[in-house]
């Protein structure tokens, strides 16, 4: 059985600092970007921002669509008043 190396695990007080980061607005995702691509970054956490990332794109995709929805069914009139169900 091989020893594993835990001299690149980071911390808890690591992710805690790590999670903390990701989550304030702007600066979050600006460290994002840089830990998710950077080549300095442990792997763990690059895989970590890379994943949040690609959330992120499929969360912004997600609202454009639903816009591009509701938009479409307010140029065509989908309030509802005509099928009886405004108030």
């Known amino acids: 059985m091989s020893a594993i190396d835990n001299s690149d695990?980071?911390?808890v007080g690591n992710w805690f600092?790590?999670?903390l980061v990701l989550g304030l607005p702007l600066i979050g995702l600006i460290m994002a970007l840089y830990?998710?691509?950077?080549g300095?970054?442990?792997p763990?956490?690059?895989?970590?921002?890379?994943?949040?990332?690609?959330?992120w794109l499929?969360?912004?995709v997600f609202?454009?669509?639903?816009?591009?929805?509701?938009?479409g069914m307010a140029m065509l009139g989908g309030s509802?008043?005509?099928?009886g169900m405004g108030l």
Do not use: H, Q
């Not at 830990?35 to 950077?38: D, L, T």
């Open 63 to 71: 609202y454009i669509l639903l816009f591009v929805f509701a938009g």
């Open 80 to 83: 509802g008043a005509e099928m």
């Open 44 to 55: 763990s956490k690059r895989n970590l921002c890379r994943a949040i990332l690609i959330w």
């Open 9 to 11: 695990v980071p911390s």
């Open 40 to 42: 300095g970054a442990n």
């Open 58 to 60: 499929v969360i912004i």
């Open 17 to 19: 600092w790590t999670v």
């Open 35 to 38: 830990w998710a691509f950077a």
